[in-house]
Structures are given as C-alpha cells and as structure tokens.
C-alpha cells in the first residue's frame, strides 16, 4: 500500500489537539468527513495510486457482506452465535492494510475485516461461530493469532509476543517487526488491559493497541468503562494515543501505519483510539433496543464509513458505477462461496476434543478418549439397527 | 554426586536450563537483582544477563500473559509467582489462556511455559504465604501440575517441566526449601509424570507430595517402632496422576491414606480416594482416608501445627484404617 508522508504521532503539537469543525464532534484525526469531503491533517496523511483507493472500496464492501452473511447464517441456524462489526469496516480495513507481512495481529473476536486484509481465509471465524472447532489454525505462522473471547486477556499476550520480537533483533529500520492487537472500549476497563500497557511501556515492546471504541460493552456505554477516554490515558503509561475517527478508512490507515512504523523502527508501543460505532447489536443473541434508540442509530448511519469513501471516490472520479458493480458482484460471489462452505463444515469427531489438550495424552486422557468412542460408536450401533 | 539444600538443587536446573537453551527465560517479580525472594534464581541475572531473567512488573496476570505471549514467539518462558497466594491475579491467564490455547489451535500451538509456585506452611508466615492451590490447577485441563519432595526431585524434574511443550505448573515445598540431601546430576531415576515408592512396606500405603512426603516417611518410620510396615507413595505429578504404582501398592496393603495440607474438600485426596475406590475395590480392607488441612482458610500461623498434616494425626489415621 501507500507511504505515508507525516511526522511522528508522539509529537503533540497545539494543532493536532484542535477542536474539530463541530463543537459536538469528538476531537480525532480525520481525513474523510462523513459528507464524503476530503481534509488535510498536520500528522497525517495517505499518499495511494489510484488502484490502491480502489482497493480499499473493494476490502470495505467486500467485509460488510461476509459480515452480514455472519448474521443470516446465525438467523438461518446455522452459526451458533455472530458478532456483527457492522459501522466498524472502515477501522478494520483502514488498520488491517497498515500492516506490513512480517506484522502480527493479536484479536479480539469482531475483526473479520482484519482477518480479510490479512488474506487469511475467513472460514476460521464461521466454524468457530458455528461450533465446529475452538480456532483450530497455526496462528502463529499465519501471523493472526487466536480470537479471544475473554475480553482484554490478548493485550497481555500480546505485549509478550512484542517482547520476543524486540528480544530477537526483529525491531529498528522499515523492515521491522510490529505487532497490533485489537481490543474494545470495554476492555480498558479491565485489568488486564492495563497491565499490558504497563508491561509494553517498561520493555518498549513494538506495539500498538488499537482500540476500536464502537461507544458499547454490550449494553454499557463508555461512561462506565472510563472517566478519561483511551486515547488520553496512553499517556500516563509513557506512551503516545491518538484519535482517530474510526469510519474514516484513510484516517485509520494513516494512523495505524504511523504507529506501526512507529513500533517496528524500534521507538515503542502507542495506542490508536479508531473512534466508531457497532451498528448492530453486540451479538445476535443481545437485543439493543433495551439501550439505544433509533435517533442515535440514524445519528451514526450519517457517518457510514463505506458511503462516504464511495461518494469520495465518485468525486475524484477513482471509480465509476462499473467499478462498484463489479465489487458488489465479487461480493455476491465471495458471499456465495462462504455460504456453501460454511454448511458444508462437517461436524467434528468426537476424538477432536481429546488429542490436542496435550502433546502426549497421559494414560488416563487416553482412556476416557477410548470411552467416549466407543460410547458413541454403541449409540450410531444402536441408530442403525 | 553432591549434597545441596533444594534451593541450591532448583538454582543448579535452572542454571543448566538457561545455559543448554538460549530460547529459555526466567521472568517474574524480584528474579533478578535480588535472585528471588528464596533465592531460587541467585546469580543468575548475573550470569545470563536482564535479557535472560527478567526482573517483572508486580503484575502476575501480567507475567503469564506475556509469557505466553513470548511462548508463542518461540521462547520457553520459566515464570515465578512469588508465593502461592499470589498466583490467584494469574488465574484467567492460566486457567482460561495457558491451559487452554494449544487446545484451542487444534495442537498447532505450543504452550511451553513453566510456572514456579513455592507453596505450603509451616514457616511460620503471614497471610497468603502458606496456601496449597494445587487442586485449582490439577482441576484445569491442558496443564500439567508437579511437585517436588526433596532436592534430587527438584532438579531433575525442573529441567524435565523446561523441557516439556505442555504447560507445568511446578509447586515447590517452601518449608523443603533448606532441607539437603545429595542430588545426582548426571542422571533422572524417574519421568516427570512417574509417582515413586519412597518407602516400601506391607500394612498400609501412604500417599504424599511435597510438603507431606517427609511428614509420611516420618510417620512410616515411627510405626515401624511398633512393627507397621508402611508404605509410602511420593505422587510428585498431580496431573496426570501416576495410577499404576498407587494401584499396585493398594492391592498390595488393601490400605490408604491420602496426606496433603491442602484443605480435605475437593482437593488431591478427593480424587485420589474416589479412584482408587474404583479401581481397587476388591482390594480395599478398609475406606480411602485423607488425613488434609481442614476446611478453613489457612490460620493464622501460631495455629498452623494444628491444622498442618502431622505424624500424629498421620498415625491416627492409619489406626482407623486398621481397626476397618
């Protein structure tokens, strides 16, 4: 992807804190207004070709579709549960193309668009929602780690991972190592969240946090996780945090790509608020309207992060309606497939849940292992005759 | 051969541990510098560098996160929690994270990560520093749970936690810590995960680990002075449990008794009773006893002797088992 032409973000200067243009938007880097007008930002910038603006359409769409098959494949069934990232496309993808191959993602459990920007296949998430197995991928090689369910445990893990890469040698010049893991507003509150910026400030561990604050824990709103939002306490572990608005995906690229580089060229760990909105409910199993109303909803579809870079892209003339209805038809396609995978995912024998817990299952593993095949070997017995 | 207190023997693995594996780290709270508040690790910041043993944040949830974290970056983390009752800040990263990752990658991922706990009473401590959270762990699926008896134990089976890929809890009996006997370096009698008959005899089986190995030998041989033979079983794993010499010993005596300091509900003796009810039942002359801390928080240390295993209440037990 493009360069990015901007001074280091730890330099706070009395511009970069301005106000925005209005009194009631929160104070964030943006590039992209939500009326789809270009802005320019003293730190940051983004520099593509023209195919690149294009491509980042192209991951925006192409994530709210697998996303949303997530949630019809959970009415339909089919999935146990989905958590929809819906509003959060434009942090995912902005973010996810900052990362260079050699970078390593630490997530929390919403970050399909990160996994698709990765190239990873997405699959992984839906047998995971669907019940089929517990993650089952190297995540080390494939430089996307595990989802974690418990909420803010993989800051820790990631914190140590940066450490190791800053132990091998692997951090210092453009072809540093960066790690980012992905969290929630929610999990700021948590105490594992800030033992992990603890840990990343005392070891300058080659990290960035990148916080998608999507203004919910479930029903909680961020006036019960913090008095001082994210972006501001990263300070007072010695690091820099910056706002970013989150449905801005060039904004989030050019913030994430400077703490990124940031990180790999040795200068330590910083925070990235990706200012944001969860659209749809925290899972499919929470119903929002106990705690939100639809005023605030329509307050945030204004801001949609995939119809302002679309009508961005129109005035620049970067694409035209053949463009978008080939990405919506690649979509269609991707979505196609997906769905047909996922029903296709056979269910798991039952020798999976026992010969992974350890290298070599002890003697009494293995012979509850033989006990449970043959219990279910005597009930398919029994179905058959 | 030499002779060394089990604070020197586990300094002594872990010395060899840091110098045959430069993939090894030792990380936890007064590591370094200091060399452990036992002095476990002393000199060996000194000797392998602030790189190697790594002085920590006091921050345990923070220690095994980020060990795990280093795990998956190759490296084969040693962590200490400082004493037992600290470890509970840990919990989530070691019951829902260090246990259960491998398991959760299909076995694509590797955890080895050890975690030193001293443990147990009798040294006359404050609060929180006398616990015996074994069962908690043992409980926990995917982890792996030792302990030592005595300094041959703890040198071999520290270099054999190092080098295994699962995760090990490894417990060390603090009130052990100074006791010295000769320890063999050029060889391992036993696996890591392999129970040992401490002493052999014919009336009843002692079944012991860690602190409660030495209070058993004891008791087995002040009833020797009045003609009982026991037989004492050093457990050394607590996950998995070595089932084949405790049955053995079982079918041999038809008599057990499960000694630990943990308290009695739901701990080790638990599961050891249940078992081997099972599985000996033909053989059994009497009930499985457990002979534990009671079910209290652990006092406060002018009243330990009381609620600490001891030979009497040890013999006791095997006087019940016999009048069966």
């Excluded at chain 1, 507003?185 to 840990?199: K, S, Y």
Aim: proline residues 5%; negative net charge; glycine residues 8%.
């Amino acid at each position: 992807m493009g360069s990015v032409d901007r001074p280091r973000p730890a330099k706070k200067t009395a511009k970069s804190r301005r106000k925005s243009a209005s009194a009631n938007e929160p104070e964030f880097v943006q590039l992209l207004t939500p009326e789809g007008q270009r802005r320019s930002h003293p730190d940051y910038d983004v520099n593509f070709t023209d195919e690149e603006y294009r491509g980042l359409y192209r991951d925006l769409v192409i994530t709210r579709e697998l996303d949303a098959q997530g949630t019809a494949l959970q009415r339909q069934g089919q999935l146990g549960l989905w958590p929809s990232l819906l509003g959060q496309e434009a942090a995912q993808v902005g973010s996810g193309r900052a990362l260079a191959p050699q970078d390593t993602v630490f997530p929390a459990y919403r970050e399909l668009g990160v996994q698709w920007c990765r190239g990873l296949d997405v699959i992984s998430a839906f047998s995971l929602f669907r019940g089929v197995d517990l993650g089952g991928r190297d995540t080390v090689a494939d430089r996307f780690q595990m989802y974690e369910i418990v909420i803010a445990s993989q800051t820790l893990h990631a914190a140590g991972y940066a450490m190791g890469v800053a132990k091998d040698g692997a951090v210092g010049g453009e072809d540093g190592e960066a790690v980012i893991v992905y969290h929630g507003d929610g999990a700021t509150a948590e105490g594992d969240f800030n033992e992990a910026l603890v840990w990343a400030g005392v070891f300058n561990a080659p990290l960035v946090f990148f916080c998608q604050n999507n203004q919910y824990a479930i029903s909680e709103p961020n006036a019960r996780q913090f008095r001082v939002p994210p972006y501001q306490r990263a300070g007072g572990f010695g690091m820099p945090g910056t706002r970013v608005d989150g449905n801005d995906v060039l904004a989030s690229y050019a913030v994430t790509k400077a703490a990124l580089d940031r990180a790999r060229t040795g200068e330590g760990p910083s925070l990235v608020e990706a200012f944001t909105y969860r659209m749809q409910p925290h899972t499919t199993s929470d119903d929002a309207t106990r705690y939100r109303d639809e005023a605030e909803l329509d307050y945030w579809r204004a801001k949609d992060p995939i119809l302002r870079y679309r009508s961005w892209l129109e005035a620049e003339s970067l694409a035209d309606a053949d463009y978008f209805a080939a990405v919506d038809q690649e979509a269609a396609a991707e979505v196609r497939e997906l769905r047909q995978r996922v029903m296709d995912l056979p269910d798991p024998d039952v020798t999976e849940m026992f010969d992974a817990v350890y290298v070599d299952p002890p003697a009494p593993l293995r012979a509850e292992r033989a006990e449970a095949v043959a219990f279910r070997a005597s009930l398919d017995e029994g179905s058959e005759s | 051969m030499a002779t060394m207190t089990m604070i020197k023997a586990l300094n002594t693995g872990l010395r060899h541990i840091l110098e045959e594996d430069d993939k090894a780290l030792i990380m936890g709270e007064d590591v370094g510098r200091l060399g452990g508040v036992f002095r476990v690790t002393d000199a060996l910041q000194k000797d392998f560098g602030a790189e190697r043993v790594i002085d920590t944040p006091l921050s345990e949830s923070g220690i095994i996160g980020t060990a795990i974290g280093l795990a998956l970056r190759g490296y084969r983390p040693i962590c200490e929690i400082q004493f037992d009752g600290f470890v509970y800040p840990a919990f989530d990263q070691l019951v829902s994270q260090l246990a259960k990752i491998p398991n959760r990658s299909g076995g694509r991922v590797r955890l080895p990560v050890v975690v030193r706990i001293p443990y147990g009473g009798g040294i006359g401590a404050i609060e929180h520093h006398s616990e015996s959270p074994e069962a908690y762990f043992a409980h926990t699926a995917g982890l792996k749970v030792v302990t030592c008896a005595d300094p041959s134990d703890a040198y071999w089976m520290i270099r054999q936690a190092a080098a295994s890929e699962d995760p090990v809890i490894f417990f060390e009996p603090k009130r052990r810590y100074h006791a010295k006997a000769e320890v063999d370096t050029a060889a391992a009698s036993l696996g890591l995960h392999e129970a040992r008959v401490a002493r052999t005899g014919t009336t009843a089986t002692l079944i012991a680990y860690g602190p409660t190995v030495d209070v058993a030998l004891n008791a087995a041989a002040a009833a020797a002075e009045e003609g009982l033979e026991l037989e004492v079983v050093d457990l050394r794993s607590l996950s998995p449990i070595d089932w084949e010499p405790l049955e053995a010993s079982l079918r041999k005596t038809g008599r057990a008794i499960v000694v630990h300091e943990a308290q009695g509900t739901l701990g080790m003796g638990s599961e050891l009773a249940a078992r081997l009810s099972e599985r000996c039942f033909y053989s059994l002359e009497a009930p499985v006893l457990r002979v534990t801390g009671y079910d209290v928080p652990y006092p406060a240390s002018r009243l330990e002797d009381d609620y600490l295993p001891n030979l009497d209440r040890v013999l006791d037990a095997v006087d019940r088992s016999l009048e069966y």
